[in-house]
């Protein structure tokens, strides 16, 4: 068979970083796009192109170059309290850059005879409010913050795009998927940071906002798995990726300081403004779809994703704390 090329848009973030690791060992050749801010930019890679979502005229250009045979979505401005900062930012990159990318390949479609799958990083935040629990397929979204607004239009555009000119155009509905590369700005990853550099003496307080707040979070490397399995289909179709099981931020904060052997009341303080306008309560996830149509099923429990982002964050605090 020949090798199959993927375009990987925001490549450097978590989940590209699993995906193009998922796609290189089945023996894809993989390209990425890179936004002008991201780490490691001015370094030669023949692989990478920098792209960003705002900007709709070079993506012609490296279909040209790339010749994919999938691309997966995965760039976003993609934290959900700086989309209340930002929000015209945030629906420009995050919804209008979804449907650049869908246009695009349409277009090159159409000029080169080329097919190209595509796959659409949505997101458990369109449901928002929940109107069901557990939410599946069919459950009304209620956005609740210029992210996930964002995220509802390019949901529907690629449904849109399916519809309309059908093309092979999927969407991920994937809950918290977390992982020893998450960005630091996120609660898990703040909270295993700040365990780590607590335990070697490098940090004294950490600042929450909602620690009620419920999420159902699995671990990235299973859920790009499923993002893949996805893009193998006869026909393209949207599926919820989750454990099913939900937690609170308190809970996930007990396991991580427990792991340490650290006492939380001393050190952790409520932020009120890391409060968000509007508040996503809770969220847990319903695949039953993904297991039976995908086959997929998690594999990392909750306990195990927090230890292991622990563990990795105290071997980082270590080095830290050494080369003072
Ligand atoms: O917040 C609460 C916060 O920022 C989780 C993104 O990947 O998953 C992510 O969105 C919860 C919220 O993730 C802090 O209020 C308390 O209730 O880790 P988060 P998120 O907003 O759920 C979805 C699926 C996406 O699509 C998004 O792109 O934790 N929380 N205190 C805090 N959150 C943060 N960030 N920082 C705090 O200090």
Redesign the pocket.
Same mark, same amino acid.
């Given at each position: 068979m020949p090798t199959k090329s993927a375009l990987i848009t925001g490549i450097c973030g978590q989940d590209g970083r699993y995906l193009s690791e998922l796609l290189l060992s089945k023996g894809y050749e993989v390209h990425g796009t890179i936004a002008s801010r991201a780490p490691g930019v001015g370094e030669a890679d023949e692989n990478l192109f920098y792209w960003d979502l705002s900007d709709g005229t070079n993506l012609q250009q490296i279909f040209k170059e790339t010749q994919p045979d999938e691309v997966y979505n995965l760039a976003?401005q993609?934290?959900?309290?700086l989309s209340f900062e930002l929000p015209i930012h945030t629906a420009n990159v995050t919804g209008v850059g979804t449907l650049r990318v869908l246009e695009a390949i349409r277009q090159f479609q159409e000029t080169s005879g080329k097919q190209i799958r595509f796959y659409q990083a949505s997101?458990?935040?369109m449901f928002g409010q929940v109107k069901h629990s557990p939410q599946n397929e069919d459950t009304p979204f209620h956005p609740r913050s210029p992210?996930a607004c964002a995220?509802v239009f390019g949901f529907w555009q690629t449904v849109n795009y399916r519809e309309s000119y059908g093309m092979f155009a999927c969407n991920g509905i +994937?809950? *918290?998927h977390e992982s020893p590369f998450r960005g630091e700005?996120?609660?898990?990853r703040?909270i295993t940071r700040a365990a780590a550099r607590i335990k070697v003496g490098l940090q004294q307080k950490l600042? +929450?906002? *909602?620690?009620q707040?419920r999420?159902d979070w699995g671990f990235a490397g299973d859920y790009v798995d499923a993002m893949w399995k996805m893009m193998q289909q006869d026909e393209a179709d949207d599926f919820v990726v989750a454990t099913g099981v939900t937690h609170s931020?308190q809970d996930f904060l007990e396991i991580a300081f427990g792991h340490l052997d650290l006492d939380l009341e001393e050190v952790v303080e409520t932020d009120q403004s890391?409060?968000?306008p509007a508040?996503?309560d809770t969220l847990c996830g319903d695949a039953s779809k993904a297991r039976e149509k995908l086959g997929w099923e998690p594999k990392v429990s909750f306990e195990e994703l927090v230890r292991m982002m622990v563990d990795r964050d105290l071997k980082i605090a270590e080095r830290d704390a050494a080369s003072r």
């Open positions: 976003a993609s934290h959900v309290r997101s458990s935040e992210y995220k +994937l809950f *918290n700005a996120f609660v898990t703040k600042k +929450l906002g *909602n620690t707040a999420r931020v890391l409060f968000r508040e996503v």
